[in-house]
């Protein structure tokens, strides 16, 4: 019965269609058309401090960072606006 219940979360899990989609350095880089590398340049400590208006992003385990898409487009929109 447990896994009848967990089903349905894992289904809605995979259908991310939402604004609240998390993306990977990967997509960042793709949606802002840039090297990965450069998205893990702007995500350092140094980086972020340096920045007035830093990359939103978080951690998993330390080690895999990942993007709220909203999150980066909202980004996006603040240094366009700043221009």
């Not at 809605?12 to 989609?21: G, K, M, W, Y």
């Not at 998205?39 to 992003?57: A, D, F, H």
Request: charged residues 25%; contains cysteine; glycine residues 2%.
């Amino acid at each position: 019965m447990a896994t009848q219940s967990a089903a349905p979360r894992l289904s809605a899990l995979s259908t991310n269609t939402e604004p609240d989609e998390i993306w990977t350095v990967e997509q960042v880089a793709a949606y802002l058309k840039i090297k990965p590398s450069a998205v893990y340049l702007m995500t350092r400590e140094r980086g972020q401090t340096r920045c007035k208006i830093p990359l939103p992003c978080f951690k998993i385990h330390s080690k895999a960072l990942r993007f709220r898409k909203s999150q980066v487009i909202d980004w996006v929109k603040q240094l366009a606006a700043r221009v």
